[in-house]
């Protein structure tokens, strides 16, 4: 069974610029989690989509954005590009997360973005 | 709202010696809790999970947890460290009982283990 993928691998933008990181759930999955993991910031809470719809979003502003589609894909966009948002992204996904019982988060192997 | 806080951002074991990395949660309801283990340049794979079973959790690669209530404590241990062990380690909550698990995780332990 195939992982959580997450494409590109790697990213490097200017500042001002924008950026799409893509993610592909296992298949079966509904829900879609997005997290920043920033040096000195930990692992932080993004977004989180299920069924095509934003469910939750963390404490970033709203140049963060994304989206799911009806393969329950995922794309995260971040506009206008800051240095500090130079991190590793990763990309989760589960059964749905709306459920009264928890679905476990598999992880994909992230895209490293670098803003200069 | 949920928090963990992991005491010790490095720790470092001898080869054989025993491995405890501490997390500590606050949380306002029931909690749920995990351990990820993160190798360099890749995603986080799960360790184990607490979900209100079992207190004393056993996960993959001989780590083993408890979740102890009056001390808002889940431990990571393992008995006999090996090299293949180094790693970050991440200590997760989620809240239990419904329709918003996002995870929150701690600042990470990094796990050095000396021949």
């Known amino acids: 069974e195939a992982g959580v993928t997450q494409s590109p691998t790697h990213l490097i933008k200017t500042r001002g610029q924008q950026a799409t990181l893509r993610c592909s759930p296992i298949?079966?999955?509904?829900?879609v989690y997005w997290y920043q993991q920033a040096l000195g910031l930990g692992l932080q809470f993004l977004l989180w989509?299920?069924?095509?719809?934003?469910?939750n979003r963390g404490n970033f502003p709203p140049r963060f954005s994304g989206r799911q589609f009806p393969n329950y894909s995922s794309e995260l966009n971040v506009n206008a590009l800051e240095l500090e948002d130079s991190a590793l992204y990763l990309c989760?996904?589960?059964?749905?997360?709306?459920?009264?019982?928890?679905?476990?988060?598999?992880f994909g192997p992230g895209t490293r973005l670098t803003v200069l | 709202a949920q928090s963990v806080t992991q005491l010790g951002s490095h720790v470092s074991v001898s080869e054989g010696a025993l491995v405890l990395l501490r997390c500590n949660y606050s949380?306002?309801?029931?909690?749920?809790l995990f351990w990820y283990v993160q190798y360099p340049n890749q995603g986080l794979q799960l360790l184990l999970k607490?979900?209100?079973?079992?207190?004393l959790v056993k996960g993959i690669n001989g780590f083993e947890a408890e979740f102890k209530k009056s001390e808002t404590s889940f431990h990571l241990t393992k008995p006999s460290a090996h090299m293949s062990d180094a790693a970050e380690y991440f200590c997760?909550?989620?809240?239990?009982?419904?329709?918003?698990?996002?995870?929150?995780f701690g600042k990470g332990t990094l796990l050095t283990v000396n021949p």
């Open positions: 298949s079966g999955h509904t829900s």
């Open positions: 989760a996904s589960s059964f749905s997360g709306t459920a009264t019982i928890y679905n476990e988060q598999f």
């Open positions: 607490y979900t209100s079973a079992a207190t």
């Open positions: 949380s306002s309801v029931p909690p749920y």
């Open positions: 989509y299920d069924e095509g719809e934003e469910r």
């Open positions: 997760a909550v989620t809240r239990s009982g419904g329709s918003n698990y996002k995870l929150t």
